[in-house]
């Protein structure tokens, strides 16, 4: 991976990136409020959705800062309205260092391509900017969505493992395999 060019300004068909701030806070308490979300997500250690939006937030925030990459706000360009983030992450999975495709809807955008858009655009960059030579993406074993986008992105699960407390599927796609796309 080339160290360290990771900017916002992606665009794709009908999404277009930015990083996220905390005025962010406000629009990400109400994914927080979802037990179909909250199964699937890292315990920040909030005592509310409010808290848990603002420390998600600040998360990436603070990946951005430690040249971690994190993920980005997608807006909707039609409407400009924020519909979730997507981005990549540098992970340590089982003492390697992978690059991972991670994303996150808000509930009433499911359904319609954006997850599988947004996360091409994230493959796409870290294959052509990050010069990555493979991506991940670490999907929970009872997330069939995210195991559908990871698949349409060119994905292929490569091995199930505990992660972060997690039984989690590593669906993963090489470059060469990405070329043939």
Sequence with gaps: MNRYKYR??????????RFLQLADV??????????????????LGGSTPKENA???VERQL??????????QALIEKSSGQLIGQCGVLSQDVNGRL????????????????YA??????????????LSAESIISIIDVENLPSQRVAERNGMKCAEQ??????????????KPEWEKL
Excluded: C
Aim: proline residues 0%; charged residues 30%; negative net charge.
């Design 161 to 174: 493992i505990k992660y972060m407390g997690f039984d989690v599927f590593v669906y993963r796609i090489t």
């Design 54 to 56: 603002r420390l998600a």
């Design 62 to 71: 603070k990946r951005y800062k430690q040249k971690t990459y994190g993920l």
């Design 8 to 17: 916002d300004g992606l665009e794709s068909e009908r999404l277009k990136t």
């Design 98 to 113: 992978e690059l991972e495709v991670g994303y996150q809807l808000f509930n009433n955008y499911w359904g319609m391509g």
């Design 116 to 129: 599988t858009e947004a996360a091409q655009l994230f493959r796409d960059y870290g294959f052509k900017e």
């Design 26 to 43: 406000d629009v990400w308490e109400e994914f927080y409020t979802r037990e179909e979300n909250s199964k699937y997500l890292l315990n």
